[in-house]
């Protein structure tokens, strides 16, 4: 899965101030919202989160978050103060039309390089909001499980959720997957009726772009693009792309891959033959040099979308799971209905 950063464009109605706490707490806690909360007002909460019941006698104080779409849905959220920190690259895109920019003014770049448990023990993380493959990777011994050993607790994101086949990923489609998260944290951090307000939006936001997408016949076949020459790393039914293809009015290629980000055979997408590519731009390989890879790659030269040159470029974060998705719906559509004109 990449781990990197990047944007698009996002239309929301929402300012949000949420006070929060920092290493030190009162007996009293603050909600959300800003109201004095006695103990037990709004907790314990139970939530499910990849399969796994979980119990908070009280909001996260101190979250470390991990890769950009994940640290957007706290900020989306609005609850930049109950934020230790974010890790990611040092590219977030281009963030002039996100509504929550300002959280990344008010609240501290841990990193820029890979979390780990040293870091998240440095800024004395109580919660650790991050995914496999999204920083949860047992080869290097970040896990929740470590976490949980050295009294941390985590929160997976679902798109990540494993499905009980090996290390494959997905568990839900992937607009559903941001709806629970953002439901889920709504809970824990008492802020459910923000989460409420963000869903609705987003739904709104994604029927508006389904109205105008190309239906039927006129559906064309896409394929998503993420890296790799000698096998393309792309998406399954259960990552981002597919939900953001299929409500712009596109046909999925690979939605009969029950996974979210991994690997084909080019003779796969040869066979299939997409009549558009997105790429996923993130990286130290340009969108443009992927572009010139795919045009100049001999197995491709007879593919519809390469001889007929229609290649999307979408950021990274509008196709991880994050609140850009909406918005990269809207945009993909507009782009299909160009390419189809």
């Not at 009162?26 to 103990?39: L, V």
């Not at 900020?75 to 895109?93: I, Q, R, S, W």
Request: with cysteine; proline share 5%.
């Amino acid at each position: 899965m990449p781990n990197l950063a990047r944007p698009a464009a996002l239309a929301l109605v929402l300012a949000l101030a949420v006070t929060g706490c920092g290493a030190d707490v009162s007996q009293e806690e603050e909600k959300g919202d800003g109201a004095t909360a006695s103990s037990g007002s709004h907790y314990p909460v139970t939530i499910e989160n990849c399969g796994e019941k979980k119990t908070f006698d009280r909001a996260p104080r101190r979250v470390v978050t991990n890769d950009v779409g994940i640290t957007e849905i706290m900020f989306a959220l609005g609850l930049e103060d109950h934020m230790a920190g974010y890790v990611m690259p040092d590219d977030k895109g281009d963030l002039t039309a996100v509504p929550w920019k300002d959280g990344y003014q008010k609240t501290e770049w841990l990193s820029k390089d890979r979390i780990n448990k040293e870091l998240v023990l440095d800024a004395r993380a109580d919660l650790v909001f991050a995914g496999w493959n999204y920083g949860f990777n047992e080869d290097e011994g970040f896990t929740p499980a470590a976490l949980q050993r050295v009294g941390i607790d985590s929160y997976l994101l679902t798109e990540s959720c494993r499905n009980g086949q090996g290390k494959a990923r997905g568990v839900m489609t992937p607009l559903d997957a941001l709806y629970s998260d953002l439901r889920n944290l709504g809970k824990v951090f008492d802020v459910e009726d923000r989460a409420a307000t963000l869903v609705t939006s987003f739904r709104e936001q994604v029927a508006e772009a389904q109205a105008k997408a190309p239906k039927g016949t006129d559906r064309p076949r896409v394929f998503l693009y993420d890296s790799g020459e000698d096998k393309p790393f792309t998406s399954g039914a259960f990552a981002g792309p597919h939900d953001i293809i299929t409500k712009a009015g596109g046909d999925h290629i690979m939605k009969d891959l029950k996974d979210s980000w991994t690997t084909v055979g080019w003779e796969t997408v040869v066979a299939r033959d997409p009549e558009v590519i997105v790429i996923n731009d993130y990286g130290d390989i340009t969108a443009e040099q992927k572009r010139k890879f795919l045009k100049s790659y001999k197995p491709l030269a007879n593919v519809s979308a390469i001889k007929n040159d229609r290649i999307v470029v979408l950021d990274y974060v509008d196709l991880v799971e994050s609140p850009r998705n909406p918005a990269a719906i809207s945009s993909l559509a507009a782009s299909l209905r160009s390419l189809g004109s």
